[in-house]
Every structure is written in structure tokens, then in C-alpha cells.
């Protein structure tokens, strides 16, 4: 077990550095004309692919960091960039890590370079489970996957999907025995150019404008058994056990979701900084009343709560990181607190820088705008704030809170 340290090794303050002089130089340039474009930036993406930072390579380098601090550390500086480009490049990410986390060796050979491809000729991935009647409840989800011999058929429609209907690869969520409720979901992996997979509405968002998201329709999508995540004997498996009563673990989106709460809320944290750290500035630099607006002390208490706010996030992801890589159980939903904490976190400080800047901070010129409606989505997708709630008061209590 690796030791949990505050104090980043030489490699994590290198890796740092390195990515935060990528988010500085390349990201944060252009977050403010791919938002107002509204469209995935392909010409960051692609210069991000040539630094190495978009590539399966990268990511199972962080992956491997015995002390799980990588992760968050590249999460937190890519998001203090921009967080609309940092998803665009992060967002391949949740169908990667239900992949690795829940795939077959050949199916992690196969798929997960293939989510990124290389530069010059990049891909995407999605991982596909929200539908119109299935948001925090994810067991009533309706798309369904039926066996044909050796192939499988999915047919039902997602909603607010990442990367949907424009990724290379999809990863879906289906019920494939609807008696059995969420004990019998399976993900599929579905190949690029599969007939009958096609990208409804693109939605028009508050914030995270350059992250594309769109729903996506299955209509008779045709896979192989080779493309049940896991495979069809290890899903004939779990379905018996869950047939005859027995325990069955977890739901396969619900751990996909578990090991990837300290990421997105490392992202959180990012967006937060800026805001921190421009608000900072200014309230150091403006003048009113003939003096800087942070002699006041309700300006300067703020400021010192907002950044104390990060730091206590910081320290929930750092946490829940290294017990994910040292596989140490959230016995207290600890992957939840640190989701929780960030997002809340996140929304309070950039409410508050837009405070700081005044009329300054609630028109287009300046980033804060921009941030504040980035932040949002952090108390909302990956589980709800209220659903990080629910999962730590039931681990809390051993109850089933409703
Ligand atoms: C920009 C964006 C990107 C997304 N990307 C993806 C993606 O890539 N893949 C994917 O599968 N999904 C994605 N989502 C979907 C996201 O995960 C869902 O929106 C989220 O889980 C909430 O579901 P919902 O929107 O249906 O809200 P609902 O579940 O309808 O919730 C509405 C409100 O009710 C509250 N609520 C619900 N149940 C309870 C309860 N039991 N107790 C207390 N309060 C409750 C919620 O907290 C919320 O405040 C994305 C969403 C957005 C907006």
C-alpha cells in the first residue's frame, strides 16, 4: 500500500507543472471562443493528442500512480484551463474507465485505444446510461438488449450523453432482463459506423459549452457477444446468481460511477481556482472608496473562505484518490464526499468571485462569467448532490435512507 502523503514526489510536481503549462499556454487562450462556438474544439484536442495528454498512454500513466494522487493533480490544472475544453478531453474518459474496470483483457486491448486514436486521426468515447426517465434512478432504465443467437439487439434512447452520437466507440448501459431490475443491466461496447446508432438532440447548455452533448437512439443495434463488456459467460453468470437470490455486487454503471467521483471532483476543484485566484487579483487591484476593495473585510473574510472552501475539497479528493488506488473500501462513501464537497465548493466560489468583480464579473469580458456557469454542472451530473447525500447516509447509517 502506497503511503498517503501531502507532499507531492518530484514525478507528481513535474507532471503538474508540465499540464498546467498546457492549460495555461493552450487551454485557457481558447476556453472563452469554443464556448461561444458551442462545439467540440478539435484543434485543442488534437494539439493536446501531439503534447501526449490525449491518449490512452497518458491516462493509464495516471492510472498507475500507486498513490492515485495523478489523476485528480492532472484533473485539477486541465480544468483550471478551461472547463468546457478540459471535458473535451476528459470526457472520453467515463466509457475508458468502464472499460478498464469492467472488460476482458481482449476488450481493454481492443476498445480503449481505440476511444482515443492518435494525432491526425483522433476518436471519442461515451458512455451511455441517462435516459429521459432514468436520471439519478438509473435502475428503471427502459433500453434493453435482447440475445439473437450469438449477436445482441439494443434498442431505447439516452439522454445527455457526452461525446454521444459524435464518439467513435459507445459504451451502453441496457437492461437485458427487465424482471431482474438493475441486477440485470449489461454494458455493451459498440463499434464506430454500427447501423441503427444515431445522435438525436444536441443540447444548448448553461455552462461547459464546448463539451458536446447530445442524445443518442439505438433502433436495432446489432453486436456481437464479443461486445458484452465482461463477456456473455461472466453476464450468464452474474444473471443466475441473481436469479436464485444471491448477491450479485455491484451495478456496472454505479462502479464506473464510484471510481471516478474523486476525478470529477478534482475538476470541480479547477474551476474553483481560477475563480479564486482571479478574484484574488482583482479585488487586490480595484479601487473604490480610494483604497483596494479587499481592504474591506468582508471582501478579504470571502476570499479567505473561498480558499479554504478549495482546500478542504482538495484534501476530501486527495483522500478518496489514494483509497481508490490502495483499494481501500468508502466504508463513509468517501468517492461521494469528495464529488459533494467539490461541486459545492465549486458553485460557492464562483458565485462569489462574480460578487468580487461586480458588474465586472457578470458580463463576457472577463472569465468569471464564464466559470460560474461551468461550475454548475458539478452539483449535478456523476450523481446529483443529493444523491451524494443519499449514498453517504446510507453508508453512514447501514440504512436504506429514501
Ligand atoms: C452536461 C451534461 C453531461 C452529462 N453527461 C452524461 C454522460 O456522459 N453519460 C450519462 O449517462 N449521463 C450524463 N449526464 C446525465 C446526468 O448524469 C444526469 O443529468 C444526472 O444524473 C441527473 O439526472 P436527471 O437530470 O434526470 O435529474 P433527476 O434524476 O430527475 O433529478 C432531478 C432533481 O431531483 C433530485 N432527486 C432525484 N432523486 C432524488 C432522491 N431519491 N432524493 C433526493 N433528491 C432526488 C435530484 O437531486 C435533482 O435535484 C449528463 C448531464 C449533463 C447535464
Redesign the pocket.
Known sequence: MAEFSLSLNDDQVTLRDWVHEFAEKVIRPAGEEWDEREETPWPILEEAAKAGIYSWEFLAQLAADPTGLSMPIVNEELFWGDAGIGLSIM?TG?AVSAISGQGTPEQIMTWVPECYGTPGDLRLG?????EPNA???VSSLRTHATRDGDDWIINGT?V?????GIANVHVVVASVDSTLGARGHSSFIVAPGTPGLSMGKK?R?HG?RA?H?AEVVFDDVRVPSSCVMGGVERLDERLARARSGQRTGKQAAMSTFEATRPVVAAQAIGIARAAFEFALDYAKDRQQFKKAIIENQSIAFTLADMRTDIDAARLLVWRAAWMAANQVPFTAAEGSMSKLKAGETAVRVTERAVQILGGYGYIRDFPVERWVRDAK?YT????????QR?VIARALSGLHV?
Open positions: 470526457g467515463l461515451a458512455f451511455c446510461v441517462t436520471g439519478s434512478d439516452k445527455f450523453i457526452t461525446n454521444g443540447e447548455k461547459i463539451s452533448t454542472i449535478i451530473f456523476e450523481g446529483t448532490s443529493e444523491i443519499l429514501e
